[in-house]
């Protein structure tokens, strides 16, 4: 990867690309550290430092933003609206006939999904920015003292509170803009980009909690933090190994005769990645797993030590097993559902009947569709158990040391960074072929 930044730099129009697409990020990791008007950033820090612990949904968006989400900015909301509201259109996608027909359109239906998915996104930004504007107007840091400043006893508290929202759905908007203005004039996707900008803005947080940890304690937390940076190397080893492994489906295309020339015969194979979901099946299960933890921020802990919300609560406390377990098999359903959405047995055998191909030992029609349904099913588990580890090792980290859980270096973060990596490296090499290929005249 080293080798290919250095080469990209040596090519006038990448360098270009390359200084652009970090000046956009510059000026997101600025735009994180402007705060919000009539907000107290302190106040919001300590409430989200008591609050946004123990992997809860609020510590994973504090975490996805870069930290902005804790300290009120401009850009608290980040790109979550986008990502939600992707999710959402690729799923109506295949349940909607006419979103499925306008997606088979081409470039034209591709654009026309996009502007849907930017009014959505809008629509969602309106409506968490709402939901954080009213958990702000909650929030204390036990000495009396409100997040939400006020200019005088009268004062219009509709206008505070179209500011706040605005202010935040405006941020939103301008991080997808600069998101968009990355994909079309610099390298790899926008919003990937943005979000690892965000995610590894908090790895420095990380060194210091274990610096501290490390200070206090040093003849326990010294070899922890070694053995967790040792282990740090080794899962991102894994994550590639894995984002590069793929079944193949080998494919004989028939011999015809046409004319003097002869047509097919060739050999080549259907490429299946075992990690084909990537980690829309994490986030969909940290999602479900977080609506109990939602409630409870709401309703507040349960006064009595039995009766069912007190078990209710014991039974969705990240620090317990029935918690890791869960999380585990909800990962499993999720990516099996993903994988279902994303290929269909029956199009891909129907094609390869129209195409004069076919599997070498399987006819075509459902036998074909059937085995590839098998080998789905099998690559499909073998990465949902992939995903499962990589999500489940922070909660067993944090039931084994509380201290722990305060580490945003976590497996799935740890995940979208490495994807995030291996894209932008392609697309580097990409260019390169382009710009270093001799031609036809050479």
């Known amino acids: 990867m080293f080798q290919t930044l250095r080469?990209?730099?040596?090519?006038p129009e990448i360098r270009k690309k390359l200084l652009y697409t970090l000046f956009m990020i510059i000026i997101f990791r600025f735009g994180s550290a402007v705060t919000v008007p009539f907000l107290d950033s302190n106040v919001v820090g300590t409430w989200m430092d008591r609050n946004a612990t123990d992997g809860n949904f609020l510590e994973y968006l504090n975490i996805i933003t870069g930290g902005a989400l804790s300290q009120a900015t401009i850009f608290s909301l980040s790109i979550t609206p986008?990502?939600?509201?992707?999710?959402?259109?690729?799923l109506l996608t295949y349940a909607l006939p006419p979103l499925e027909r306008m997606r088979n359109e081409g470039e034209d239906g591709r654009k026309k999904i996009e502007k849907i998915t930017s009014f959505?996104?809008?629509?969602?930004?309106?409506?968490?920015?709402?939901a954080y504007y009213v958990t702000l107007t909650r929030m204390d840091d036990g000495k009396g003292n409100q997040a939400v400043k006020y200019l005088g006893k009268n004062f219009d508290q509709y206008f505070s509170a179209a500011v706040i929202i605005l202010t935040f759905v405006a941020g939103s908007a301008l991080v997808v803009w600069m998101g968009n203005r990355i994909s079309d004039k610099g390298i790899g996707n926008g919003i990937s980009m943005l979000l690892f900008a965000g995610?590894?803005?908090?790895?420095?947080?990380?060194?210091?909690v274990l610096i501290d940890l490390t200070k206090q304690?040093?003849?326990k937390y010294l070899f922890v933090s070694i053995g967790y940076l040792i282990f740090v190397i080794a899962e991102i080893a894994f994550i590639v190994f894995m984002?590069?492994?793929?079944?193949?489906?080998?494919?004989q295309y028939a011999k015809r005769v046409v004319g003097r020339k002869q047509y097919g015969g060739q050999k080549t194979h259907i490429p299946i990645k075992v990690c084909m979901s990537g980690v829309m099946p994490i986030i969909f299960a940290m999602s479900f797993m977080a609506l109990p933890q939602t409630i409870q921020l709401f309703a507040g802990q349960p006064e009595k030590t039995s009766g069912f919300y007190y078990h209710f609560c014991n039974f969705f406390d990240r620090t317990s097993w029935s918690y890791a377990i869960l999380y585990f098999i909800l990962i499993i359903a999720f990516n099996y559902f993903y994988v279902?959405?994303?290929?269909?047995?029956?199009?891909?055998?129907?094609?390869?009947?129209?195409?004069?191909g076919g599997i070498p030992g399987i006819r075509p029609g459902k036998p074909t569709s059937?085995?590839?349904?098998?080998?789905?099913?099998?690559?499909?588990?073998?990465?949902?158990?992939?995903?499962?580890?990589?999500?489940?090792?922070?909660?067993?980290?944090?039931?084994?040391?509380?201290?722990?859980?305060?580490?945003?270096?976590?497996?799935?973060?740890?995940?979208?960074?490495?994807?995030?990596?291996?894209?932008?490296?392609?697309?580097?090499?990409?260019?390169?072929?382009?710009r270093h290929h001799k031609g036809f005249l050479k």
């Open 7 to 11: 080469k990209a730099w040596g090519v």
């Open 82 to 90: 986008f990502i939600n509201a992707s999710i959402i259109m690729q």
């Open 120 to 130: 959505v996104a809008i629509g969602l930004a309106f409506f968490m920015g709402y």
């Open 199 to 208: 995610i590894a803005a908090r790895f420095p947080t990380d060194v210091g």
């Open 217 to 219: 304690q040093p003849e």
């Open 243 to 251: 984002n590069e492994a793929e079944r193949r489906i080998p494919i």
């Open 340 to 356: 279902s959405i994303q290929y269909n047995p029956v199009e891909i055998a129907n094609n390869l009947r129209q195409g004069n």
């Open 370 to 434: 059937d085995y590839i349904q098998r080998v789905l099913s099998k690559i499909a588990l073998v990465g949902a158990i992939f995903l499962g580890i990589i999500a489940i090792i922070p909660v067993i980290m944090g039931i084994a040391d509380a201290n722990l859980q305060a580490l945003s270096m976590g497996g799935t973060t740890i995940l979208i960074s490495v994807s995030v990596a291996i894209e932008t490296t392609r697309t580097l090499e990409s260019h390169l072929m382009m």
